[in-house]
């Protein structure tokens, strides 16, 4: 908890304790090593990454804003900018595609009015087009906010997964 | 639907999936179907790191993950003498589309990782270890801290296991969406906290691996397929499939079959036979092309594969490669043009971007394939893409360049007449089925 930016905003002490346990599995001077845990725990708290939770993270493990800045951008499943309330990442790859993918994708869209990359205007969903999750016997196959995998998306059941978050959100 | 995965009961002499119920992936639930009696085994008789590796070599047990390198072979790199920290390193970064074995591995049978990864690192001499998997499997991730947390508890790991002088620690880590992380070096760097960009090699991760230090990395299934192997015997492990093709191994079946999921199969198994295993083709129609071993792997056509069984060096005469085991099923209502542009978008979009003909290369080749497929390609276009794939293979640091390429030269080769259709016709030749 070294660092707070200018604006004052930090992480939970939750958010903190999580982070330490990811530290401990690496060696004493090896603490950036929790770099993807880290953001990844900053974005669930946050929604996502807004530059003083990268920095943050950054000063606690004691790493250049620019090397955690670097991981952040890397990896897909990190949003960089503030993304719906559920963000919809649809596996569209050619094994899901030849088990129905491409019309989940059409259903998707078509039932939230947005393409991938964009966020339906109640920002309630952002969709996203994925690559291989290494679950290509379930598909259709996405996840809802990375976490959670929703497999054998016929149409039917993408509206039943639709009405339960609309619900929920 | 439901999942049925891998509870489907069609596997044929399964080790690593035999038994699995979806329920039983408890501790006590491995040991009473043998679980840890190889480790107990391994220490109580005080057998030596040479003697493990000699095991696991007579088995001929090849790296699950893609590459088919010898397991035992690897293990035996590892430097003897060397002071301080040496790393063991699990790579459960499943991403090559078409797999999907190792999830069902860590889901419903993570000891049989734990236990392969303690003996590997008693044989290696590793001190510590690190199970990376993919940021996609959350659940499996979490799973996975319980079953070693059970470990931990029942002096399977840590320090002086089962009393004796082997101390092992081994946690998990994740990645968060960037197919090149199954690379290993590049799942080294990811574990480092850096960007994924794969390392040059040599050195390679024996010498100089995870923070510098002698490093060995295994995929999931075969560390999940070492406990079988010490229990029974190198030989027994032979039996099962084709000598230099030893054992069992997982195919996890995409595509247009009947029931897509993971079957385990002894090497030497006929492609038909496990084509059949999937309840046959979907709908009863007809097969055109399959990819034997994840995307990154040359396709094959359908009779090509009808009559090639499903082994490493079958496979490699068949002019494909037994790869990850990701086989990807296509019927003939499928346009090999279309299939080809979802595949090269992949590589385009996973590319790490660190060398310029992969970079750059990968790009190309999905925008020349794109234009084919939506009636702008030219004739020439063929030619140019076998000139990109070309200056790809052979000028990247890692695999990556080659996988996107292979995927490319292959199709061109084995359905040329479908980009010529295309191309001349403005249209697929087959109907749009998708």
């Known amino acids: 908890m070294s660092a707070l930016p200018e604006s004052g905003e930090t992480l939970s002490a939750e958010a903190w304790r999580q982070i330490d346990r990811e530290v401990a599995k690496y060696p004493p001077q090896q603490k950036r090593s929790a770099i993807v845990a880290a953001l990844a725990i900053a974005q669930d708290e946050v929604g996502w990454l807004p530059s003083w939770a990268i920095e943050a993270v950054a000063s606690y493990l004691g790493m250049p804003p620019i090397a955690a800045y670097e991981v952040a951008t890397f990896y897909s499943m990190f949003n960089l900018e503030p993304a719906g309330r559920f963000k919809l990442t649809l596996c569209t790859n050619l094994p899901c595609a030849l088990s129905g993918a491409t019309r989940a994708a059409a259903h998707l869209k078509a039932r939230l009015g947005v393409d991938f990359e964009q966020t339906s205007s109640d920002r309630m969903f952002t969709l996203q087009e994925g690559e291989c999750f290494g679950a290509c016997g379930d598909a259709p196959v996405l996840l809802v906010n990375n976490k959670r995998m929703c497999s054998f998306l016929s149409d039917e059941r993408l509206d039943q997964l639709l009405d339960e978050l609309r619900r929920s959100g | ?434």
């Open chain 2, 1 to 434: 639907m439901t999942a049925q995965t891998c509870f489907h009961g069609r596997h044929i002499k399964p080790i690593v999936l035999d038994g699995l119920t979806g329920d039983n992936w408890r501790l006590a639930d491995y040991e009473k179907r043998d679980g840890y009696v190889a480790l107990r085994k391994m220490l109580a008789d005080k057998a030596t790191p040479d003697q493990v590796i000699a095991e696991v070599k007579k088995s001929a047990l090849r790296g699950r993950g893609g590459a088919g390198f010898p397991t035992g072979l690897k293990w035996s790199f590892m430097p003897r003498q060397h002071p301080g920290p040496k790393y063991l390193v699990c790579n459960s970064d499943e991403g090559e589309p078409g797999t999907f074995k190792d999830r069902d591995i860590l889901r419903y049978n993570p000891h049989s990782v734990i236990e392969g990864m303690v003996i590997a690192a008693y044989a290696s001499g590793s001190t510590a270890g690190y199970n990376y998997i993919h940021g996609e499997i959350w659940p499996e991730y979490e799973r996975f801290q319980v079953a070693l947390d059970e470990a931990y508890g029942a002096g399977y790991l840590g320090r002086n296991i089962l009393g004796s002088d082997f101390s092992f620690d081994l946690y998990t880590t994740h990645g968060f969406g960037a197919y090149i992380c199954g690379e290993e070096t590049a799942l080294l760097e990811s574990i480092e906290g850096k960007k994924g960009l794969p390392r040059f090699k040599p050195p390679f991760p024996a010498g100089y691996g995870l923070y510098g230090k002698p490093t060995t990395i295994n995929n999931t299934e075969t560390f999940a397929t070492v406990p079988w192997i010490l229990r029974h015997g190198g030989d027994a492990f032979v039996a099962l499939g084709r000598p230099n093709n030893g054992g069992t191994k997982i195919f996890s079946v995409s595509g247009d079959v009947t029931s897509p999921g993971n079957y385990e199969i002894p090497l030497g198994t006929p492609f038909a036979q496990l084509l059949g295993l999937a309840g046959g083709m979907r709908g009863g129609r007809r097969l055109k092309a399959v990819i034997p071993g994840g995307s990154s792997m040359p396709v094959l056509p359908g009779e090509t594969m009808m009559a090639t069984d499903m082994d490493y060096d079958s496979i490699a005469k068949a002019g494909s490669m037994l790869g990850s085991g990701g086989v990807i099923v296509m019927d003939e209502t499928r346009c090999m043009v279309r299939c080809l542009e979802r595949l090269s978008y992949f590589y385009f979009e996973e590319s790490c971007g660190q060398c310029t003909p992969c970079r750059e290369g990968a790009g190309w080749l999905y925008r020349v394939v794109h234009r084919i497929e939506h009636g702008q390609g030219r004739m020439d276009d063929l030619g140019l893409l076998d000139s990109v794939a070309g200056n790809i293979i052979g000028r990247t640091i890692c695999a990556f360049g080659d996988a996107a390429a292979l995927p490319v030269r292959s199709f061109l080769k084995q359905f040329r007449g479908e980009f010529e259709h295309h191309i001349e016709h403005k249209r697929c030749l087959v109907p749009d089925y998708v």
